[in-house]
């Protein structure tokens, strides 16, 4: 197959604590078709961009909807019209896993409060900086649409396991024991709780019974057929590939609530033995050359590191501000890049006024972040000061306030009511009230002294 060597998937990574190609459900189909059509011969690349997955081969950019066409365009480049209507019936096919299998798999990942957090927990490390702290919710808004798009009302029923529930009500109910108001509150928290945990349940069945469905329909064909695989085909087909990639997802991997992956055990053996069957047929390097891994797009800690650095100086300083405090002196060796550049600058491409004061004022204004920051810190005790004394109790150092545990202060301090009768007297005030605790007479002697020296 020519070029064969040049086809790159681009595509979202995967765990390094799991050994699937993708946490991406369409990144992990496109990279199960590639592994069926071309095995070793193509080259997986972790990435974090928006349009994944994407096939890259001879100069092209697949995207996302044509990688199936593409492939099978390469594999068999003559077709009969025999063919031509089994693949109008496959492409069929695909449309209805999409249409059935993807939402429940996208609900089970991303709308599932506790699933949710497990595969957040796994996608922030695979992410570069500061990708990560966007890019997990970017996909879960996605998955949102894709859910709403076939069940409007699916996202945020079921899925809150009933131990976590159990310690919730239980936290509520240690806090709203006591008072009239208490029991109201108590009374109306229950209320809220009930009708919580019956849409929870409700919806909860609701989606395992639409599951239900599907994978009667699924486990249906299988069993028609005479061979392991869907309609009867010697060898696994894309299909077989497409179902295996989207139900690996919530099988192979350890979900706080596996609702798909318990109903399936449970009572679809045949979908179960098809995944099984497939994850060996495609992923073991007993049976298939493993794809080529491209270098992850996962920084290290050094690099991590050097691109929250490097962030942080484009907010300080953009490279507009630093171009314009560059020196101009360049040397002797580089005059024709200095003579293009000073032909840029003879464009307009220059700083101007606007620009330049922009970015005094950006400095003016972290100048004074950064003093209100040390002012703070001092104030409050927060960073230790070398003037302990006197000095230090003027400005609200800790150095020698009973904030700090040591000397006299001026503070209001909390009392936080251990409960230790040693610690405080009987006639202080009720514990969780705030105290103020001012020697006037001391406070004045220290300006005295100030006003001396």
């Known amino acids: 197959m020519p070029d064969a060597t040049r086809i790159e998937l681009h595509a979202l990574p995967g765990s390094r604590t799991h050994d699937l190609a993708s946490l991406d459900p369409d990144s992990l189909v496109a990279a199960s078709y590639l592994q069926l059509l071309t095995p070793g011969q193509w080259t997986l690349v972790p990435s974090h961009e928006t349009d994944l997955p994407a096939l890259k081969h001879a100069s092209q950019r697949i995207p996302s909807s044509a990688i199936l066409h593409h492939l099978e365009a390469i594999a068999q480049p ?78 945020g029923l079921g899925g809150e396991a009933e131990r976590e529930a159990e310690e919730e009500r239980r936290r509520k109910k240690a806090l709203l024991e006591t008072g009239i108001e208490g029991v109201k509150e108590r009374k109306e928290g229950e209320r809220r709780e009930g009708k919580e945990r019956m849409k929870k349940t409700f919806g909860e069945g609701k989606i395992i019974s639409a599951a239900r469905q599907v994978f009667t329909a699924l486990e249906s064909t299988l069993a028609a057929s005479s061979t392991p695989f869907f ?10 590939a497409h179902l295996s990639a989207l139900l690996s997802l919530v099988l192979y991997l350890p979900l706080p609530t596996p609702i798909l992956a318990d109903l399936i055990n449970a009572s679809f053996p045949r979908l179960w033995a098809h995944s099984a069957l497939l994850r060996r047929t495609l992923w073991s390097p007993d049976s298939v ?38 020196p101009s002196v360049q ?123």
Not at 231 to 240: C, E, Q, R, V
Not at 407 to 414: C, K, M, P, Q, V
């Open 78 to 155: 003559s077709a009969t019209p025999a063919n031509a209507a089994a693949a109008a019936d496959a492409r069929a096919f695909h449309a209805l896993l999409d249409q059935t299998v993807l939402p429940l798999v996208l609900h089970s990942l991303y709308s599932l409060p506790q699933n949710w957090i497990y595969v957040r927990a796994l996608l922030a490390p695979e992410l570069p900086f500061p990708t990560a702290f966007y890019r997990p919710n970017a996909l879960r808004a996605a998955a949102q649409h894709t859910v709403d798009a076939a069940h409007p009302d699916w996202w």
């Open 231 to 240: 309609f009867s085909s010697s060898t696994p087909t894309p299909l077989d």
């Open 331 to 453: 040397p002797r060796s580089s005059a024709s890049s200095s003579s293009s550049s000073q032909q840029r600058r003879g464009t307009g491409t220059a700083l101007t006024k606007k620009e330049r004061d922009f970015a005094r004022k950006r400095y003016a204004f972290f100048a004074v972040c950064a003093v209100g920051l040390v002012g703070w810190g001092i104030g409050t005790g927060a960073f230790p000061v070398p003037f302990a004394g006197r000095w230090a109790r003027l400005l609200g150092g800790g150095g020698g306030g009973k904030s700090s545990g040591s000397g006299r202060g001026g503070w209001i301090r909390f009392a936080a009511g251990t409960g230790d009768g040693d610690q405080y007297d009987d006639d202080e005030e009720e514990e969780g009230e705030w105290e103020e605790e001012l020697e006037d007479d001391d406070d004045e002697d220290d300006l005295d002294d100030v006003d001396d020296d």
């Open 289 to 326: 050359p493993m794809p080529k891994l491209a270098s992850s797009s996962s920084p290290s800690s050094s690099s991590a590191l050097g691109g929250i650095l490097v962030t942080l100086r484009e907010l300080v300083v953009p490279s507009s501000a630093r171009a314009f405090f560059r």
